[in-house]
Structure formats: C-alpha cells, structure tokens
C-alpha cells in the first residue's frame, strides 16, 4: 500500500469515527446527565420568547456541566435551555413551564450569582437540580418566576 493511500485512509477514518465519538459521548452526558429525561416531558415546541442570554452555564445534578454553551431564555410561562450547535447531539432543546419547577433557590459565593431550580421530573423519577450562573440571568428568573417560587 502507498503512503499515500495509507494517509488518505486515516484521513478519511478519522473524519468518520470522530463524529460518531463525539456525538456518543454527547448522548452519554445527556443521558447520565437527566437533559434527555427533561426532553421527554419538556421539549421545546418553537422558538423561544422572552430575555435571552447567551453562552450560559448551567449544572445538571452533581456531575454534568454545560460552560458557556447554553442559550437560555426565560419569560412569565418558563424558561428555555437550547446548547450551542456542536453539543446538540442528545440535547434537544428545552421549555420548562414555571409549574413544573418546584424550588427557585439564590445562591452569591465569591462574588458569582448563581439560581438553582428544582425541576419535576414526571414517572416516578426524582426530581432534579439544574444551577443556573449569571447575575442578569439570575435576575431575569426571579422577575419572571411566580411569587410562590420567589418568596415575593
């Protein structure tokens, strides 16, 4: 076999199996993460409305984090979760309606802001936790959030 033939080969392997790396280990974050278990019941049906902030960070759970990668919006029916084009794999986007969030918790460490959600989860799962950063994203939910939730 020519050297040449042997680099096109590697060539043409790589750009094959890496994106199916890729995408697998971006399923496994999502699953081993609860986003795929969100998108089940809380899928979102259109573009979302509302205040936007892009490259947002969230936690999911204790494990899982999405730096600087998520679009989040948040309006009076919910807020939205949508990640950035390449971690779509596994990750469709979210709209999860106030009702469904059973605790809206502020937290200020270091200086960082930082909003945690406690999120129904429907078929008897637990529920889960899904952190929130930024001082004007923080903001916007605690506008937005139903009184109960906020504690005004």
Same mark, same amino acid.
């Given at each position: 076999?020519?050297?040449?033939?042997?680099?096109?080969?590697?060539?043409?392997?790589?750009?094959?199996?890496?994106?199916?790396?890729?995408?697998?280990?971006?399923?496994? +974050?999502?699953?081993?993460?609860?986003?795929? /278990?969100?998108?089940?019941?809380?899928?979102?049906? @259109?573009?979302?409305?509302?205040?936007?902030?892009?490259?947002?960070?969230?936690?999911?759970?204790?494990?899982? /984090?999405?730096?600087?990668?998520? /679009?989040?919006?948040?309006?009076?029916?919910?807020?939205?979760?949508?990640?950035?084009?390449?971690?779509?794999? @596994?990750?469709?986007?979210?709209? +999860?309606?106030?009702?469904?969030?059973?605790?809206?918790?502020?937290?200020?460490?270091?200086?960082?802001?930082?909003?945690?959600?406690? +999120?129904?989860?429907?078929?008897?799962? /637990?529920?889960?936790?899904?952190?929130?950063?930024?001082?004007?994203?923080?903001?916007?939910?605690?506008?937005?959030?139903?009184?109960?939730?906020?504690?005004?």
């Amino acid at each position: 076999m020519s050297e040449g033939l042997t680099v096109a080969l590697i060539i043409g392997a790589f750009t094959i199996i890496f994106p199916l790396f890729w995408m697998a280990i971006l399923q496994l +974050i999502a699953y081993f993460g609860g986003w795929q /278990s969100l998108a089940k019941s809380y899928a979102a049906r @259109g573009p979302a409305s509302g205040d936007h902030f892009h490259f947002s960070s969230a936690r999911f759970g204790s494990f899982t /984090s999405y730096s600087n990668c998520l /679009s989040v919006s948040v309006s009076p029916a919910g807020f939205g979760l949508h990640p950035f084009i390449l971690l779509r794999a @596994g990750h469709a986007a979210l709209f +999860i309606p106030w009702e469904e969030v059973l605790q809206l918790t502020r937290w200020q460490a270091l200086g960082f802001t930082s909003a945690q959600l406690t +999120i129904n989860r429907p078929m008897g799962q /637990s529920p889960i936790r899904v952190k929130l950063y930024g001082k004007k994203l923080v903001n916007s939910l605690f506008q937005h959030a139903p009184h109960h939730l906020t504690g005004t």
